[in-house]
C-alpha cells in the first residue's frame, strides 16, 4: 500500500511542487490508500522528506483542506478527512434552500406519484410564503417610487428601511441606532462580509461544534484556523471554551444561542452574560447569527445576546429565510463602531447593494404591521407541527435513540448508539422515501457521527404522525442490520 513517505516530486516539472503534492496525496485518499482520520506527518518532517520548503506543504494542506480532503483540529495536527462524508452532503442541499424533490425522484428511481417526507430542509414551504400580502407592497412601492425603486440604495440600506428594523427591535429589547444597522442579502452574505472584514490567512476563530454548514464554508474559504467547542442542553461549554482562551486569540465566537442550528438547543440567560464578560476579558466579538428567536411558539420571548450586550461586543446577524421567503435574500446587520467602516467596505465589495425594490416593499411590510400579523400565523402553523412531532417521537422513536426535546423552534437533535453510522441511516432512509439530515453536514471536520437531525419547515402537519412512525420502523431494522464493517446497505432498499 502506498503512503505519504513514497510520494516523489518532480522539481524540473513546470507544475508548481504544493500541486504536485496536493495531487499525490489527494490521490492516496480517494484510493483508500490512507484511512480516514489518520494523522498526516508534520509541516516539519514532509518538508524534510521530501526536501523542499516548509511553505510547500503548507500551501498543499490547504488545499486539501480548502477541498474537504483533510481538517485541522488545532494542537493535534492534520487529519485525513472522511470523503464518504462528502458524498452524502452533496445530496443534501445547501440549508437556505428547500430540498430539490425532483432530483431526489430521479436519484432514487422513484415513481413521480411517490412522495418524499422531507426532514430535512429548514426552509419553510411555499404554500406559507404571504404572496397577496407581499403584492400588495410591492405594488404600492411600484406606483409610490417608479423607477426610483430599481436604483441604486447606498451600501448600508435603504434608510427608511433600516428606521422600521429600529422601532422593529426595540421590542426585543435591542437598542440599534439606523446608523449601526446594514441591510444585507441573507444570513450568509453577513457572514462571509464579516469574514472578509475580520479574518486574514491564519486568523483564529471559535464556533460551536455542531453548527451551520454554511458558516464553516466561509471559514474555511478564509483559511481561518477554526477551533470548535462543544455545545450542551443549555448553551456552549464555557469551561472548554476558557480552557482555549488561555492559549488562543480568536477574533470572534459564532454563536446561536436560540434555538441552535441543528440541535435545537437555548443558552440560559446566564451563559450569555458569562459569553460577554470573557469577549470583553480577551478581547474578542460575538457573531450571534439570530435566525429564530422572534418565532414563539410558547409565548414566551427569547433573549438574545444583543439585548444583554452594553459593551458592544455582539455583532448581530438576524435573517427572515426561514420565516419568510428565502429567496428574498433579506437580512440585517448591527454592526459594533470600532468595525464599522471594515464591514461598510466589505460589503460595497460584495454586492454594492441589496435589491432596492425588496428593501423599500419590506420597509412597508413592518410599517404596516403586516409582519407581525404573518409571525402568528407562521407561530400557529409551527406550533401544530411542533406538538404533533412531540406526540410522535414519543410514541414511535426507538428507546436506544436518545434526544432531548427543545422548547419550541424547528429542529430536532438525535443520537443513535455508539458505532452506528447516521450516513448510512441518511440513504436508508433516502431510499426508502424519507429525507434527514446526518450530522456530518453539521460538523466542522464533516465526520460521520451518531448523530441527524428532524425538521417541522418543510413537513405538513398531516405527514408528520406518518413519517416518524416510518422513520422509526426503519430506524429499528437500522439498528438490527447495520454492521460497520461490512455495510450491505443496497439490500435494504425499498422495504417499508
Known sequence: MERIGDIKLDKSNNKYLYLQLFEEIKRLIESNNIEPHTKLPTIRYLANKLGVNNSTIVNAYNQLETEGYIYKKIGS???????????????????????????????????????????????????????????????????????RAFTYQESQGYLDLRKAISNYLSGFNIKANENNIHIISGAQQGIDILSKALIEYGSVVFTENPTYTGAIAVFKS???????????????????????????????????????????????????????????????????DDYLSDLHLFNQPKNTLKSLDTVDKVIYIKSFSKIFMPGLRLAFMIIPQTIYSEVLSAKHISDISTSGLIQRAFHLYLEKGIWQKHIERMSTVYSERYNTIIKSIKKYMPKQVKYTLPQGGLNFWFSLPSSYSANELYKLCLKNGITIAPGSLFDIWQRDTKYFRLSIASVHKDEIDFGIAKLSQIINFFLKNYQKDNITIDLYNNLF
Open 77 to 147: 495536527g492534520t487529519f485525513v478527512q472522511d470523503i464518504r462524508s462528502k458524498e452524502v452532503n452533496k445530496l443534501i442541499l445547501d440549508e437556505e434552500t428547500s430540498m430539490n424533490l425532483d432530483s431526489l425522484n430521479l436519484f432514487l428511481d422513484m415513481k413521480k406519484e411517490e412522495k418524499i417526507i422531507n426532514f430535512a430542509s429548514t426552509a419553510p414551504m411555499p404554500d406559507l410564503f404571504p404572496i397577496d400580502d407581499f403584492k400588495i407592497v410591492l405594488n404600492e412601492v411600484l406606483d409610490r417610487d417608479k423607477g
Open 222 to 288: 478564509r483559511s481561518a484556523r477554526i477551533v470548535e467547542i462543544p455545545i450542551n442542553k443549555d448553551g456552549i461549554d464555557l469551561i472548554d471554551l476558557e480552557y482555549k482562551l488561555r492559549s488562543l486569540k480568536p477574533k470572534f465566537i459564532y454563536v446561536m444561542p436560540n434555538f441552535q442550528n441543528p440541535t435545537g438547543y437555548s443558552y440560559t440567560v446566564a451563559k450569555m452574560k458569562k459569553l460577554i464578560e470573557l469577549a470583553v476579558k480577551h478581547n474578542f466579538y460575538i457573531i450571534e
